[in-house]
């Protein structure tokens, strides 16, 4: 049973065009959003992150926009650039301490130059 | 200064030999971790350990054996490996809820 879902399975992006990854959940004790990105052979890295009580955070190029309501978070990746080919991750965890980080299936990016 | 180092990055091994991943993070967190991921990138969580004490000991069969140490250090031992052990074995520290820190991984080949 996946409590985080991610689409799509990968995505091909030109370069300085938008990406979007969507993310679905359904356990509402979820109270910390955040996207990790993993390059090839290096383990995952925290790229941003989102609470449910605001419903969007930018940093820099990346968006996170979050929809409580609807249980959903998406990640935005403007003016894509090579540098970001990456597999992206969304994860969800409960507030309580020692609660487990449970990840989405993963997105391959691929931003053609 | 590598803050979260596993060794080794490499394991090649026959089935039913015994290996075992040694990770260590010089952050000062309290919480460590093993994931595992298989060949479809997805990150699957398997131990989770509070100050050398097991918190989280999701459904993985008893053949990996978790030691912690001390708060530093975070063993990984599995038994009588099989073919379906093969899959890039990650630890990680936690700074907060969701904020991990993960090493390089470690690539097991069972053959």
């Known amino acids: 049973q996946q409590q985080v879902k991610q689409s799509p399975q990968s995505l091909i992006v030109q370069k300085g065009g938008i990406s979007i990854i969507n993310c679905a959940y359904e356990?509402?004790?979820?109270?910390?959003f955040p996207w990790y990105q993993q390059f090839p052979g290096k383990g995952p890295a925290l790229l941003i992150a989102?609470?449910?009580?605001?419903s969007e955070k930018k940093e820099g190029r990346f968006t996170i926009s979050f929809n409580k309501s609807a249980k959903q978070f998406s990640l935005h990746i403007m003016d894509s650039q090579p540098g970001d080919s990456a597999t992206y991750f969304c994860?969800?965890?409960?507030?309580?301490?020692?609660?487990?980080?449970?990840f989405g299936g993963g997105t391959r990016v691929l931003v053609k130059p | 200064d590598t803050a979260v180092s596993q060794t080794p990055k490499y394991l090649v091994t026959q089935m039913g030999n015994d290996k075992s991943i040694k990770c260590e993070q010089n952050?000062?967190?309290?919480?460590m971790y093993w994931y595992k991921q298989d060949s479809k990138k997805f990150l699957k969580i398997m131990f989770s350990?509070?100050?050398?004490?097991?918190?989280i000991n999701e459904t993985v069969p008893n053949r990996f054996s978790p030691k912690s140490p001390d708060k530093a250090h975070l063993n990984l031992h599995i038994n009588s490996l099989e073919l379906g052990d093969s899959a890039v074995y990650f630890c990680?520290?936690?700074?907060?809820?969701?904020?991990?820190?993960f090493g390089e991984g470690s690539r097991l080949t069972v053959l």
């Open positions: 990680a520290s936690r700074r907060t809820a969701g904020e991990l820190f």
């Open positions: 350990y509070n100050n050398k004490e097991l918190i």
């Open positions: 952050l000062g967190h309290d919480t």
């Open positions: 994860a969800a965890t409960p507030k309580a301490a020692g609660n487990k980080l449970t």
């Open positions: 989102i609470r449910p009580d605001v």
């Open positions: 356990n509402t004790a979820f109270d910390y």
